[in-house]
């Protein structure tokens, strides 16, 4: 991939070698790609010799632990830093707790995402890029920075999961291509894609069997919930669906797709997508939830899970019913 | 990838261009890159104005009916065809029915199978390619064939089944470069993939949900099964596993998963499945079956299928117990 240079790539090349103490940070909630591109970054900077810390506000996911340097990611901002580079936030406030111990502002903010605030004083961002490990994999040599093993093996990984291994709309001929030149360094995408995607625990597969076994499907609405007894039953602790919904969404005819997690206290959490132009958005925000176009949550609080099905499912069938009438009118 | 130009090569190219009907073949039991190589190789045959026919000894299966071209191939070897050439076979038996009505010897063998018996005149085999569909790619121009929109869309969907998107340890840094040559033309990946990996059928989904409520896990060991009554239940009617034994390699502190599908006359299909170095295929060989080192199968008739799984995981046990023994020796 070819990046035109900037005035802002070159003045951020000149920022990042004239530094002595570097800090990357990423987002709260760290996915494969916040991980990848924070480690990623802080092995390439390491390579014109600078002394690099990581951090981010939320533990490294236990699937991610593999990564070069993920055990010294600590949640603090080093106090000597001089400078400091965001990769992956497209918010200030997505650096969570870490926002609270910012003394000064983000220096460069490293993004792919196309709402991205410009919260740094150097924004380098590129939303065409389907992850921001895809972005850095062309960035990094603009910056005068090198690759090697470690960086090529955190950026794959961002790569990968931000994908769902090559799998999403995002994914461009030009990924494909930072992915073939990462693999021109000592990396196993076979072991990466393993660890990150494929894998699961023992309690999230009964949980797919379950919820699999209890799907329901009529004229192009699939469904299928999770109760708690369920959960108590194979021990599962987790509080999310184990990705139970994009299992349904594999179901030929497969039109919308929603799942219904019980929780304590009365909660009943609500997973949609839509696989045709239903906003589903539109419907998760009339229980006070939100989303995209295609993906979208709420939460019901205070009732049951059958009771919330019933309301959830009629006001989903509705949106369908009024879709398709504005397609064929 | 850049391929030698080898004598072979230049002889092929040589023949292809003097054909008048140019006839291709795969092989029985057509998979993605079976069937995309197939209709890749006549798509590009096409670009020199040839005539070309598609050949396969069983139908196209449905997922791949979307390939432009799949409803032209024909279980038949035209008559006046005066060119054979065989694509993705490593045998000349794997081309099943089409073999009595052969009326000469394949003339050009196309395959990236490591076994392949090289039955043809012209024998062009790379086994270090992921697909036959990875060597198409690189081997079209120096048989002086070009790509376009039809010829990407099948070899990308050989590529992406043959690798199951890219996560086999046989896809290499060039596989994702071919996959890069591919995108350059009008092809979705993120459909292929769709089409051809991530969608399943309701009656397999719910098979999936029984298989998985009743996996079990011991000491690295998986198992679970598949029975008559639960297929009938959710009206399953194919012979396989929908799979299945896929999903259990997934599941953490997996060495060995085993998979048992009852199917009538009292047969007991058995697959196994490793992930560490013990040889399944010795163990199915035991049974009367066999396979490879990390996949194997086997039946066993006259038996009901609690006495096939306690005899079977029993040998599978001791093979796992002899190989550690092994291992710390």
């Given at each position: 991939?070819?990046?035109?240079?900037?005035?802002e790539?070159?003045?951020?090349k000149?920022?990042?070698?004239?530094?002595?103490?570097?800090?990357?940070v990423?987002?709260?909630s760290?996915?494969?790609?916040?991980?990848?591109?924070?480690?990623?970054?802080?092995?390439?900077?390491?390579?014109?010799?600078?002394k690099?810390?990581?951090?981010?506000?939320?533990?490294?996911?236990?699937n991610f632990?593999?990564?070069?340097?993920?055990?010294?990611i600590?949640s603090?901002?080093?106090l000597?830093?001089?400078?400091?580079?965001?990769?992956?936030?497209?918010?200030?406030?997505?650096?969570?707790?870490?926002?609270?111990?910012?003394a000064?502002?983000?220096?460069?903010?490293?993004?792919?995402h196309?709402s991205n605030?410009?919260?740094?004083?150097?924004?380098?961002?590129?939303s065409?890029?389907?992850?921001?490990?895809?972005?850095?994999?062309?960035?990094?040599?603009?910056?005068?920075?090198?690759m090697?093993?470690?960086?090529?093996?955190?950026?794959?990984?961002?790569l990968?999961?931000?994908t769902?291994?090559?799998?999403t709309?995002s994914t461009?001929?030009?990924?494909?291509?930072?992915?073939?030149?990462?693999?021109?360094?000592?990396?196993?995408?076979?072991?990466i894609?393993?660890?990150?995607?494929?894998?699961r625990?023992?309690e999230?597969?009964?949980l797919?069997?379950?919820?699999?076994?209890?799907?329901?499907?009529?004229?192009?609405?699939?469904?299928?919930q999770?109760?708690?007894e369920?959960?108590?039953?194979i021990?599962?602790?987790a509080?999310?669906?184990?990705?139970?919904?994009?299992?349904?969404?594999?179901?030929?005819?497969?039109e919308?797709?929603?799942?219904?997690?019980?929780?304590v206290?009365s909660e009943?959490?609500?997973?949609w997508?839509s696989l045709?132009?239903?906003?589903?958005?539109?419907?998760?925000?009339?229980?006070?939830?939100g989303?995209?176009?295609?993906a979208?949550?709420?939460?019901?609080?205070?009732?049951?899970?059958?009771?919330?099905?019933?309301?959830?499912?009629?006001?989903?069938?509705?949106?369908?019913?009024?879709?398709?009438?504005q397609?064929?009118?």
């Amino acid at each position: 991939m070819r990046i035109p240079v900037s005035k802002e790539i070159l003045k951020a090349k000149e920022w990042l070698h004239g530094a002595d103490h570097i800090c990357v940070v990423g987002h709260e909630s760290p996915d494969g790609d916040a991980v990848g591109s924070v480690l990623g970054m802080t092995w390439a900077l390491r390579t014109i010799g600078k002394k690099v810390s990581s951090s981010l506000p939320d533990d490294v996911p236990a699937n991610f632990s593999f990564l070069p340097g993920s055990e010294d990611i600590t949640s603090d901002i080093p106090l000597d830093a001089d400078m400091l580079v965001s990769v992956d936030s497209a918010d200030l406030n997505r650096l969570g707790v870490l926002v609270e111990k910012l003394a000064a502002p983000i220096d460069i903010n490293i993004d792919h995402h196309i709402s991205n605030s410009r919260f740094a004083i150097i924004n380098l961002v590129d939303s065409e890029t389907a992850a921001t490990a895809e972005y850095l994999v062309g960035l990094l040599s603009l910056l005068g920075l090198s690759m090697n093993d470690k960086v090529a093996t955190c950026l794959l990984t961002g790569l990968v999961t931000d994908t769902l291994g090559f799998r999403t709309s995002s994914t461009r001929s030009e990924t494909l291509s930072a992915a073939h030149q990462l693999m021109q360094y000592d990396v196993s995408l076979h072991d990466i894609y393993h660890r990150t995607l494929h894998r699961r625990s023992y309690e999230a597969t009964k949980l797919w069997g379950q919820a699999l076994g209890n799907v329901c499907f009529e004229d192009g609405l699939v469904w299928t919930q999770v109760t708690l007894e369920g959960k108590a039953d194979i021990g599962y602790t987790a509080r999310g669906d184990a990705d139970v919904v994009s299992q349904l969404t594999a179901i030929e005819g497969t039109e919308v797709a929603v799942v219904f997690v019980e929780r304590v206290n009365s909660e009943v959490k609500i997973s949609w997508r839509s696989l045709n132009g239903i906003d589903v958005a539109d419907v998760a925000r009339s229980f006070g939830g939100g989303g995209h176009q295609a993906a979208a949550g709420a939460s019901i609080y205070g009732t049951n899970l059958e009771r919330a099905q019933d309301v959830v499912l009629d006001r989903t069938r509705e949106a369908m019913h009024n879709y398709r009438i504005q397609l064929t009118s």
